[in-house]
C-alpha cells in the first residue's frame, strides 16, 4: 500500500512543496513558479492527500512545516535534486529545460548584457532567461526572498542563505559635455563643481562617496544631482547641466565620437564592485554554471574596454 501511494505522488507538487518550505510562504512561492496562490494550495492540498499527512501548519502562518512536512522535506529535496542529476546524465545540456530570473543592475545592462544573454543562450538552448533591471537594494531582496536565481549587485549579499562572489570592477571617472568650458587635462575641484554634479542616486555607494569627498575638500556647498536611470544621468551631461561621475564603460559612444570627455583633475574615485550572487537553494550544478559564464563574459568585456582605452 505505501510503494503504490509513494508511485502516486506527482513530482510537480512535490517541488512546489519544496519551494513554500524554503520560501516560508505561499505566496513566496507562486511568484517563484510564476502560478497562482490557489494553484499553489491545490498542489499542496493534492500531496498531503497522496501522503495522508499534513505537512503545513494551519496557525498562525501556512508556511511553516508539521513534523512530518519537515521530515518529507529532506526527502524531497534529495528526490529532486536526483532528478535533476538523472536528466543531466542522460540527456546532457540539451534535454536540461529550465527557467533562470536574474536580476541586474542598469550599469550591467549598458555595458555587457547582450553579450552575456547571448553566450547563455548559445551554451544552454533550452534555457529560458526572465531578466529583472533594478536597483541593488531591491536585487538583494529578490535573491534572498527567492524571487531570482541569480543577482548582480554593487557590493555582496550578507545573506547565509546566498553564495556571493566578486564579479568585476567598473572604473569611475569625472566627465562632461565638451560643451562645457571646462579644461580636459588639469581641471582643478573648483571648476568641475561650478556646475552641478550628476550621478547615481542618492543612497548608493558612488552617491555617498562624492559627497563625502567634497564635503571633505571643503566643497560642502556644491550641488549634486541624482538619478536612478543611467540614461537620465548621460542626457544631463550631453546638455551641458553638470558634470557626470560614472564608469566610462556606460558611456563608450559617447566618448568615441568626442561629445563627452573624461576630466583629468587627478582625483581617484573607488570603483563600481560588483557581485554574483546566487541562492544555496537553487541548482547547484545550474547556478555554477551560469556564475562562471558570467565572471567570465564580464572580466573579457572590461579587459575589451581597457585595451581600446575607453574606460
Not at 535533476?84 to 541586474?104: E, F, Q
Not at 568641475?192 to 542616486?201: D, E, Q, S
Not at 555617498?208 to 536612478?228: H, K, P, V, Y
Request: with cysteine.
Amino acid at each position: 500500500m505505501r510503494n503504490r501511494m509513494l508511485s502516486m505522488i506527482d513530482l510537480r507538487n512535490l517541488e512546489t512543496f519544496v519551494w513554500v518550505a524554503r520560501l516560508g510562504g505561499f505566496r513566496l512561492a507562486a511568484e517563484k513558479l510564476n502560478m497562482t496562490q490557489p494553484a499553489i494550495s491545490a498542489r499542496i492540498a493534492l500531496l498531503e492527500e497522496d501522503l495522508r499527512l499534513q505537512l503545513f501548519e494551519t496557525r498562525p502562518r501556512r508556511g511553516v512545516l508539521t513534523t512530518s512536512g519537515q521530515e518529507l522535506l529532506r526527502y524531497a529535496e534529495r528526490i529532486l535534486a536526483l532528478k535533476d542529476d538523472m536528466v543531466r546524465a542522460v540527456g546532457g545540456n540539451t534535454s536540461y529545460k529550465v527557467a533562470l530570473k536574474i536580476g541586474v543592475p542598469e550599469t550591467i545592462v549598458h555595458t555587457w548584457l547582450a553579450i552575456l544573454v547571448d553566450t547563455l543562450s548559445r551554451n544552454h538552448p533550452t534555457l529560458t532567461l526572465d531578466v529583472e533591471v533594478d536597483s541593488t537594494t531591491n536585487l538583494r531582496e529578490g535573491i534572498s526572498t527567492g524571487r531570482l536565481d541569480i543577482a548582480i549587485t554593487n557590493g555582496p549579499c550578507n545573506d547565509p542563505k546566498i553564495r556571493s562572489e566578486f564579479l568585476c570592477a567598473f572604473p569611475m571617472a569625472w566627465m562632461a559635455s565638451t560643451s562645457l568650458p571646462i579644461e580636459r587635462n588639469g581641471a582643478d575641484l573648483a571648476s568641475l563643481t561650478a556646475y552641478p554634479v550628476i550621478t547615481f542616486r542618492r543612497g548608493t555607494a558612488p552617491y555617498g562617496t562624492i559627497r563625502e569627498f567634497l564635503d571633505r575638500n571643503g566643497f560642502t556647498t556644491a550641488r549634486m544631482f541624482a538619478s536612478s536611470a543611467i540614461a537620465g544621468i548621460v542626457r544631463m551631461g550631453l546638455d551641458g547641466i553638470g558634470t557626470c561621475v560614472l564608469p566610462p564603460a556606460v558611456l563608450q559612444q559617447e566618448l568615441l565620437d568626442g561629445r563627452m570627455v573624461i576630466l583629468d583633475a587627478g582625483i581617484k574615485l573607488p570603483p563600481l564592485e560588483f557581485y554574483v550572487n546566487a541562492s544555496r537553494d537553487a541548482d547547484v550544478w545550474l547556478t555554477q554554471q551560469i556564475t562562471d559564464t558570467t565572471i567570465k563574459v564580464a572580466r573579457a568585456s572590461l579587459e575589451r574596454l581597457a585595451a581600446d582605452q575607453r574606460i
